[in-house]
């Protein structure tokens, strides 16, 4: 092989790897009839100055039966906002209005559904402690898991 094929060869291996490397600022999470997500643990780069998340809903049941969200706050913070939201109802997507300890939170979507949101990582920071959880009724013990800011190095 001569010597330009090869590093032409080269060429677009080191380009390739760039883009292998560089940061998934999209993360999707699938939820289902029963009450659980697809992962435990989501993790973006904190290059990212925004994150875009999408919640589907694999399952078969309707909103209001077995509907999910995905809501973010610190995980000092979770337990409290999770038992409020419950009491602020599905109108307000089982999510206090004004609720400052939520990061970010989805609509409740049902069987077959699916929602996009896109919120800042401003708030967030590398290596803070971050869980993930769905606050329709009953559904925080199984449905939760942990959000995780990396710096990528």
């Not at 010597?3 to 289902?32: R, V």
């Not at 009450?35 to 809903?57: K, N, P, R």
């Not at 920071?125 to 013990?141: I, L, M, N, Q, R």
Request: proline share 3%.
């Amino acid at each position: 092989m001569k010597l330009a094929a090869k590093l032409s060869i080269l060429a677009a291996g080191l380009l390739a790897s760039q883009f292998a490397f560089a940061a998934n600022c999209s993360l999707t999470i699938d939820s289902n009839d029963a009450m659980q997500f697809s992962t435990d643990a989501l993790t973006v780069d904190a290059s990212c100055s925004e994150v875009e998340l999408t919640l589907t809903h694999s399952g078969t049941l309707p909103r209001n039966a077995m509907g999910h969200n995905w809501v973010l706050a610190t995980d000092a913070d979770a337990q409290a906002a999770y038992q409020d939201g419950m009491q602020a109802g599905i109108d307000n997507e089982y999510v206090k209005p004004g609720d400052t300890r939520v990061i970010a939170y989805t609509p409740v979507i049902g069987g077959g559904e699916s929602t996009t949101i896109t919120f800042s990582l401003d708030q967030l920071e590398v290596g803070g402690k971050y869980t993930f959880f769905c606050s329709f009724p009953g559904h925080f013990a199984l449905m939760k898991g942990q959000f995780h800011v990396t710096d990528g190095g």
